[in-house]
């Protein structure tokens, strides 16, 4: 059963920002984090995109803030820049309702490094960036971490996989023996697992389940390509959606480009944006975004991790993910605050055991076409049927022979040749 934020004895200046963004209720991980994350534990969050972690933290950690003290107390590093402009931005928001000045510093590359050596030397009671600029600050001794008191990496399995975990590593060391540390992630991978035992104490780990972070108002399709084009198809999509706003996800940045390419070409409303993107491009484009500029968005899975864009319509997926939880977190960007939402995929023949694995998670396709203009409901495809290694043999020629035969060599002829035809099909039946 869920409670209202009283309970967990939060500032008066935390419940009175949550009651004006409409949060009364805490979500599933808030609920099992906030106490232990309030009394110093550490802590291991699994969960997906849509399930409130940032607020896990968050809100028990500015909770904990001593505006009196001017020291840096709490670090959050977040695996790009645009993940730890989200976290700071939310973070500035709650802290600037409280009475006692709370300080905060976003701390990523493509910003004039000088100036941001400058402002951490003024000891913000909270530091959120990315974990190469946070240790360059820590190695430039700008960063003090004497008085930190927890540290927070978020996306622990996007870290991995990006290789920033070895800095998150170095980050964790410069701090002191007592230091609290906070583990969110959509996976546990295994290489992970021994940085969580080199610097966690026996922390509180909070699994949610996947199902509950895809919600329930969006519609699943299905569109298969039939060995055709998948551009081709994907233009003919657009001309009859029309949507509020939709991000196309692809698996690999040449990808994306492509589709952005033969968007654009169409003339229509498209951006693009990727971790292989100068960040001031990146930055700009997710400024179109919030300002409701751009139309359809190409996008690798960087965006699905955490970022938040309002107002999503639909999600088509030019490619299903080949790591199958993004599917839940590139779904769990639409059907927003009670809004429906549609994610559509196209898939092909190799696809097939993939749909299976995600119908096994839950996920409800419906498989549609579109013809003449028009979306029409498909019966499920079926997986094609591979060929057997049989291959059967050249048919027998009969040939007539120009001698003269004996008396019942044809006979013995026709004999001999239904036999070998009776040995062919019951080696046939067999290997089929």
């Not at 950690?61 to 939310?90: D, G, S, W």
């Not at 960063?143 to 996007?158: I, S, Y």
Request: charged share 30%; aromatic share 6%.
């Amino acid at each position: 059963m869920k409670h209202n934020f009283d309970r967990f004895e939060l500032k008066p200046f935390l419940i009175d920002s949550l009651n004006q963004e409409g949060i009364s209720l805490p979500t599933e991980i808030q609920e099992r984090l906030i106490p232990a994350i309030k009394n110093g534990q550490d802590v291991i969050g699994r969960s997906q995109t849509g399930t409130g972690k940032t607020l896990a933290f968050l809100l028990p950690m500015l909770n904990r803030v001593k505006p009196e003290e001017e020291t840096t107390q709490f670090v959050i590093t977040a695996p790009t820049r645009e993940l730890a402009t989200q976290l700071y931005e939310v973070c500035k928001s709650y802290a600037d309702k409280s009475d006692k000045q709370i300080t905060s510093q976003l701390i990523v590359g493509g910003t004039d490094r000088l100036r941001m050596i400058e402002k951490v030397k003024h000891h913000p009671h909270i530091v959120i960036g990315t974990p190469g600029r946070i240790l360059d600050m820590l190695n430039q001794q700008a960063l003090k971490p004497t008085h930190v008191e927890a540290l927070v990496v978020d996306e622990a399995d996007q870290m991995l996989d990006m290789g920033f975990l070895e800095e998150v590593d170095l980050i964790a060391s410069r701090m002191n023996k007592n230091l609290q540390i906070m583990v969110f992630s959509a996976t546990i991978p295994e290489k992970l697992k021994p940085f969580l035992q080199k610097y966690m104490k026996n922390p509180k780990q909070v699994d949610v389940d996947a199902k509950g972070a895809s919600p329930k108002n969006i519609n699943h399709w299905l569109i298969p390509d039939r060995d055709r084009d998948r551009k081709n198809i994907l233009v003919n999509i657009t001309k009859v959606l029309n949507p509020f706003l939709a991000i196309i996800f692809t698996n690999t940045k040449e990808s994306a480009d492509d589709v952005f390419r033969t968007l654009q070409a169409q003339g229509l409303n498209v951006d693009c944006i990727h971790g292989g993107m100068q960040p001031r491009h990146r930055k700009k484009v997710l400024k179109k975004l919030q300002d409701a500029e751009i139309q359809y968005l190409v996008a690798t899975d960087l965006v699905a991790r955490g970022i938040d864009i309002k107002g999503i319509s639909h999600i088509i997926n030019f490619e299903i993910p080949k790591e199958l939880e993004y599917y839940i977190h590139r779904v769990g960007r639409t059907a927003r605050a009670g809004w429906d939402g549609i994610a559509l995929t196209l898939y092909g023949r190799s696809d097939q055991l993939s749909i299976e694995k995600l119908e096994k998670q839950g996920i409800q396709f419906v498989y549609k076409e579109l013809k003449k203009g028009e979306w029409i409901t498909i019966e499920k495809r079926i997986a094609p049927v591979q060929k057997t290694n049989h291959t059967p043999g050249p048919p027998v020629k009969s040939t007539k022979s120009k001698q003269k035969v004996k008396p019942g060599y044809k006979k013995k002829a026709k004999r001999e040749m239904e036999q070998r035809e009776n040995r062919q099909r019951r080696l046939k039946r067999k290997n089929d």
